[in-house]
C-alpha cells in the first residue's frame, strides 16, 4: 500500500491524540500559476473510528505542503483501527488507518 | 468546469447518505457554503459560512507564534471549552481568508493543530490577524483573534 500518510494514535487516560501527516504538494492557485501547473490540496479529512466520525475538516489551499494536523479525541479503545481519509481538489482519495496504542 | 461537477457529486453523496447516520456524517463545507471559500475579507467569509451573526470574544485560545521567520508553515493551534458544532479558522494574510473549517463531532475536543501558509505581512503595515469563530451548540457564536508578524511569505514559491 502506497503511503501517503504517516499517523500515530496513541490513548492516554481516556483521550485518545492523533498525529497526522499527510503527504501533498498542496498546490495553491498562485504556486501553479507560476509553476504552469494546475492547482491542487487537499479540500477535506475526515477520520473515523467504526462508523462514527471523530475528526471532519473541510481545508484550504493555505494548509502547508505535506500537511502536519493533530486532534484529539475520546470513545475509542486501545487496538480500534483510526482510519483516515483525504479528497483533494482534483478528486483524488485516500484512506489509511492505524491501530490506536 | 471540472470543479464544479465535482462539487455537485459531492452534494448528491451527502444527500445519498440514509439519515439514520445523520448525527455521525462528515460536512463538507466547499460544497454547502462555496462563497465561504472565496471571500478576500474575513468578515465577508465569516458572513458567507454562518451568516449575520454578532459573536462574543471569549472562550477560544489560539496559539501562535507572534513572530513567524516563515511563512510555509506556521503552527497553529485552537483550543477551547466551548460545547462547539464548527469551529472556523480565517486570516487576512492571503488572498482569500477561510483557512479551515472543522465540523466537531457530538462530544468532540476542540484542541486541533495544523500547519498553515501565511503571505509575509510587510505590505499590509506589518500585521496579520488569524481570527477564529465557534459555533457553540447552544446556537450562540463565539470569537477569538491573534495577531501575528510573517516575516517571509509561504504562498509564492
Redesign the interface.
Known amino acids: 500500500m502506497a503511503k501517503n500518510m504517516k499517523i500515530k494514535a496513541k490513548l492516554k487516560g481516556d ?1 485518545i491524540n492523533a498525529k497526522v501527516v499527510a503527504k501533498h504538494d ?1 498546490l ?4 501553479a500559476k ?1 509553476k504552469g501547473k494546475e492547482a491542487n490540496f487537499i ?2 479529512i ?1 477520520a473515523k473510528v467504526g ?15 505535506n ?9 475509542a479503545a486501545k487496538g480500534d483501527e483510526l482510519a483516515i481519509t483525504w479528497t483533494d ?3 483524488n482519495t485516500t484512506t489509511e488507518s492505524k491501530k490506536i496504542k | 468546469m471540472e470543479r464544479r461537477k465535482f462539487l455537485g457529486l459531492g452534494v448528491m453523496a451527502l444527500v445519498a447518505l440514509p439519515a439514520t447516520i445523520s448525527a455521525i456524517s462528515s460536512i463538507d463545507f466547499r460544497a454547502t457554503k462555496p462563497d465561504a471559500w472565496t471571500a478576500h475579507k474575513v468578515d465577508e467569509a465569516i458572513k458567507a459560512l454562518f451568516g449575520d451573526i454578532t459573536p462574543v470574544e471569549q472562550g477560544i485560545e489560539l496559539g501562535l507564534p507572534s513572530v513567524a521567520s516563515s511563512g510555509a508553515a506556521v503552527p497553529l493551534t485552537i483550543k477551547s471549552e466551548i460545547d462547539a458544532k464548527t469551529v472556523a479558522i480565517f486570516q487576512d494574510m492571503n488572498p482569500e481568508s477561510a483557512t479551515a473549517v472543522f465540523n466537531v463531532p457530538e462530544n468532540g475536543i476542540v484542541d486541533y493543530f495544523m500547519k498553515i501558509k501565511l503571505k509575509a505581512t510587510d505590505e499590509n503595515g506589518g500585521k496579520g490577524v488569524v481570527t477564529a469563530v465557534i459555533e457553540g451548540r447552544d446556537g450562540k457564536f463565539y470569537i477569538g483573534k491573534k495577531t501575528l508578524d510573517v516575516a517571509k511569505g509561504g504562498c509564492e514559491g
Do not use: E, R
Open positions: 483521550i498542496m495553491t492557485y498562485d504556486q507560476a479540500t477535506h475526515t462508523d462514527a466520525v471523530v475528526y471532519d475538516v473541510s481545508t484550504s489551499q493555505f494548509w502547508s505542503k500537511p502536519q494536523f493533530k486532534f484529539k479525541f475520546k470513545g481538489l482534483l478528486g
